[in-house]
């Protein structure tokens, strides 16, 4: 059974550069999750999706970041242009809110972003 | 809101030994709790959760939790660690099933030999 499916695993980019992480929920959950780790501020919840709406995106730090989630098995976050201080671990996750099966949060492997 | 506080940043402890990893959260409704595992350079791993029902959780790797409604807590404990323990473990809470995650700051457990 494939887990969430992240890429790339590790990125590096010059600053001012556009930056797409991908994202592939497991299949059949219905909320999608992308979180940012960062030394100083930890796990932050950027946004999330339910049934591919975005339901919160109050923990988008700025203009410059941007999720999509076109079907229900692709979601995208993008950053345009990057900064050295979007330099963190990007991480995908997926649940299937609301069943009752559905109460854990599956995380991806995690998208490495380095920007220089 | 919800929120978690991990009560120590930083654990260190020798082979064999007992551990304990404290977390207490805060919220207005009922939560479900969980306990997640980062090993260096890898993603999150569910090490258990509390849904309902009896308040001691056992998970993988021989951790275990218990939930105290009182005292908001959720303490993970291990018998007897090993080296491969060594990681970072987070606490989180949630208020609906399948519903958003919010962290606490994470433990470094780092067992020595």
């Known amino acids: 059974d494939a887990g969430v499916i992240q890429s790339p695993r590790h990125e590096v980019t010059e600053m001012g550069q556009e930056v797409t992480l991908r994202c592939k929920p497991i299949s059949g959950h219905n909320s999608l999750f992308w979180y940012r780790q960062t030394m100083m501020r930890g796990l932050e919840l950027l946004i999330y999706?339910?049934?591919?709406?975005?339901?919160?995106d109050s923990g988008m730090p700025e203009d410059r970041f941007s999720a999509k989630m076109p079907n229900a098995s692709f979601s995208t976050l993008k950053i345009q242009p990057s900064e050295p201080r979007d330099s963190a671990v990007y991480f995908c996750?997926?649940?299937?809110?609301?069943?009752?099966?559905?109460?854990?949060?599956?995380f991806g492997e995690g998208s490495w972003l380095t920007v220089v | 809101a919800q929120s978690v506080t991990q009560l120590d940043s930083q654990v260190p402890v020798f082979e064999e030994a007992p551990v304990e990893l404290r977390c207490n959260y805060s919220s207005s409704v009922s939560v479900y709790l969980f306990w997640y595992v980062q090993y260096p350079n890898q993603g999150l791993q569910l090490l258990l959760k509390?849904?309902?029902?009896?308040?001691l959780v056992k998970g993988i790797n021989g951790f275990e939790a218990e939930f105290n409604k009182s005292q908001t807590s959720f303490h993970l404990r291990k018998p007897s660690v090993h080296i491969s323990d060594t990681a970072e473990y987070f606490c989180?809470?949630?208020?609906?099933?399948?519903?958003?995650?919010?962290f606490g700051e994470g433990t470094q457990l780092t067992v020595n030999p």
């Open positions: 999706f339910n049934n591919n709406v975005p339901i919160d």
């Open positions: 996750a997926s649940s299937a809110q609301g069943r009752p099966s559905g109460n854990t949060i599956y």
């Open positions: 509390y849904l309902s029902g009896s308040t």
């Open positions: 989180a809470v949630s208020e609906g099933s399948g519903s958003r995650l919010t």
